[in-house]
């Protein structure tokens, strides 16, 4: 178990530029899922994925914002047309395939939008 | 729609007193309830989940919670507070649907002083 990565740490960008972040779950984890957190809020779901099919998407997740996981493996956050909003901590969780089972999240990245 | 409130900010407790989080919850069905610890710069990191069974459920680094149906509320506490137990903590409850994604409080930012 060596944990779920995310790539990269920090990524500072100017508004109106294309980010993308990438996640990597424990790799016998099928359900992944992207939050975002914010400076005194908790978590807020973002996306989830079963292998590679993308089952639910936040209504408050604007058509700027893009995720994929291909293979089933790892996944991206895509991000187009940053606005200073979108400055925050996203986070990616793993967990396996069963009701009720724990998140493993990552250590995030931070991005700050210029 | 599943919700949790956690209505302290803070909490400022000494060096080997009890220390208690609060957390109440709203849900329509069976409560599903989990709390994780955030340590700076670092990911969520599970600490326990009450789903079924016995009211007081036992977690890591010596964190219990109390299950209360008829108050709603799913405290966390631990009867000797260490100066390492400061961090942010989160109340989550799993989301009604079949994702297992967790809908988090806002946060608790727990102070132990030497």
């Known amino acids: 178990d060596t944990g779920v990565s995310q790539d990269p740490r920090h990524k500072i960008t100017k508004r109106g530029q294309n980010v993308t972040f990438r996640c990597d779950p424990i790799s016998e984890h099928n359900r992944l899922y992207w939050y975002r957190q914010t400076l005194g809020q908790g978590p807020e779901f973002l996306t989830y994925f079963q292998n590679e099919a993308q089952l639910e998407k936040s209504r408050l997740l604007s058509n700027r914002f893009s995720a994929e996981r291909p293979k089933g493996s790892f996944s991206t956050l895509e991000i187009q047309r940053t606005e200073q909003g979108d400055s925050a901590m996203y986070l990616c969780?793993?967990?396996?395939?069963?009701?009720?089972?724990?998140?493993?999240f990552g250590s995030g990245t931070q991005l700050s939008v210029l | 729609a599943q919700s949790v409130a956690q209505p302290e900010d803070q909490v400022n407790v000494a060096e080997g007193n009890p220390l208690t989080v609060k957390c109440t919850y709203s849900?329509?069905?069976?409560?599903?309830l989990f709390w994780y610890v955030q340590y700076p710069n670092r990911g969520l990191q599970f600490l326990l989940k009450?789903?079924?069974?016995?009211?007081l459920v036992k977690g890591s680094y010596g964190f219990e919670a109390e299950f209360n149906k008829s108050q709603t509320s799913f405290h966390l506490k631990k009867p000797s507070a260490l100066v390492s137990d400061s961090a942010l903590y989160f109340c989550?409850?799993?989301?009604?649907?079949?994702?297992?994604?967790?809908?988090f409080g806002t946060g608790t930012l727990l102070a132990v002083q030497p």
């Open positions: 969780a793993s967990s396996q395939d069963r009701p009720n089972e724990k998140l493993f």
């Open positions: 009450y789903i079924t069974g016995d009211n």
């Open positions: 849900v329509s069905g069976n409560p599903y």
């Open positions: 989550a409850v799993r989301d009604g649907g079949a994702t297992n994604k967790l809908i």
